[in-house]
C-alpha cells in the first residue's frame, strides 16, 4: 500500500521526493487519536527526525507512510 500512497500524493498533492514529515511520538499520538489506530516504526520505535519522502519510503517509514495517507484524506476535495 506504501508506494500507492506515495504515487497519489506526488501525482496529486504538492509533494515532491524532497517534501519533509517528522517521523516521531507525537506524530504517532496525533495519527492514534485521529484514528484510533497505533503506528510505530518497524521494531516499535520512531526515526525522531525529519525525513525526506525518498528517505521515508527506502527506510519503509511507516509513520511517513501514514501521515502521507492522512494528508491525503484531510487534503481531499469535498464533493
Ligand atoms: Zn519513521
Redo the contacts with the bound molecule.
Keep these: 500500500m506504501k508506494p500507492l500512497y506515495y504515487a497519489f500524493a506526488l501525482e496529486n498533492m504538492e509533494v515532491t521526493p524532497i517534501s519533509l514529515l517528522t ?1 516521531n511520538q507525537e506524530a504517532a499520538e496525533m495519527l492514534a487519536e485521529e484514528y484510533s489506530w497505533t503506528v510505530t ?1 518497524y521494531g516499535g520505535g ?2 525522531d527526525d525529519t ?1 525526506t519522502l525518498r528517505q521515508g519510503l527506502r527506510e519503509s ?4 507512510a501514514a501521515l502521507t495517507s492522512h494528508n491525503i484524506i484531510e487534503k481531499q476535495p469535498s464533493r
Design positions: 517521523c516504526d520512531y526515526h525525513l517509514c511507516n509513520i511517513y
